[in-house]
């Protein structure tokens, strides 16, 4: 079965500092995606990255990073230099690769970000 | 604009009663979803739609029914028969080849008392 661990309920922390949402997963498969998705206090979850298995390259997006390991069956997330506006809660999804690709969420992590 | 709209934003219902949660798309994505949040948890899936006429349960369908009869729309009804129906209920969508890619809307808060 497969399962997604984010076990950082919440973090705080001041503006401009760096911070990483840590994501632990399980699955059997051999090919998987990896998803990050936001959602802020309007509710609605935006997606952010999707990560193929195959592909263990570090992305950069802006004041974004995803760090996808293998071998330690992880994909953390890290934001450079927090804004207020990235208060929200993060969640980190798997999903197969073929057939229905349901995503298997985690429970989330709850940043604030203080000015 | 193109998206998802769920409406109403909160909804109140008493107890043993039954009420339909709106879902509208007009991405013309093919695949439609329903989740539930919990606070604390993550997103579970209840019921999910390929295409037009067809669905399949999801992991905690239990109390919950569905229809597609329109590729744009997928309303729930959350049945009395669900034991813990105060939840925050998502809608998403996805078009084919999406690769898990899913599109939300802002979500339904459903208070039962």
């Known amino acids: 079965a497969q399962k997604v661990t984010q076990a950082q309920t919440e973090i705080s922390v001041v503006e401009k500092e760096d911070v990483t949402l840590d994501c632990v997963y399980e699955?059997?498969?051999?090919?998987?995606?990896l998803f990050w998705y936001k959602q802020p206090p309007s509710g609605e979850l935006v997606f952010l990255i999707r990560?193929?298995?195959?592909?263990?390259q570090n992305e950069i997006s802006g004041r974004y990073s995803w760090n996808f390991q293998k071998s330690t069956s992880s994909f953390n997330f890290t934001i450079t230099a927090s804004q207020v506006v990235d208060s929200a809660v993060y969640f980190c999804?798997?999903?197969?690769?073929?057939?229905?690709?349901?995503?298997?969420f985690g429970t989330g992590t709850r940043l604030l970000v203080s000015p | 604009d193109g998206g998802i709209t769920q409406s109403p934003k909160y909804l109140f219902r008493k107890e043993g009663q039954n009420v339909t949660l709106s879902c509208e798309q007009n991405?013309?994505?093919?695949?439609m979803y329903w989740y539930r949040q919990d606070p604390g948890q993550g997103l579970r899936l209840i019921y999910y739609?390929?295409?037009?006429?067809?669905?399949q349960k999801g992991d905690i369908a239990e109390g919950y029914s569905v229809s597609r009869e329109k590729k744009e729309s997928f309303p729930l009804t959350v049945t009395s028969a669900q034991k813990n129906p105060t939840a925050f209920y998502l809608c998403?969508?996805?078009?084919?080849?999406?690769?898990?890619?899913?599109?939300f809307g802002p979500g339904t808060r459903l208070t039962v008392t």
């Open positions: 998403a969508s996805s078009p084919q080849g999406a690769l898990g890619e899913q599109y």
């Open positions: 699955t059997r498969d051999t090919t998987y995606y």
């Open positions: 990560r193929n298995s195959f592909d263990e």
């Open positions: 999804a798997l999903s197969e690769a073929t057939g229905f690709q349901k995503l298997v």
């Open positions: 991405l013309n994505h093919d695949a």
């Open positions: 739609s390929q295409i037009v006429n067809d669905f």
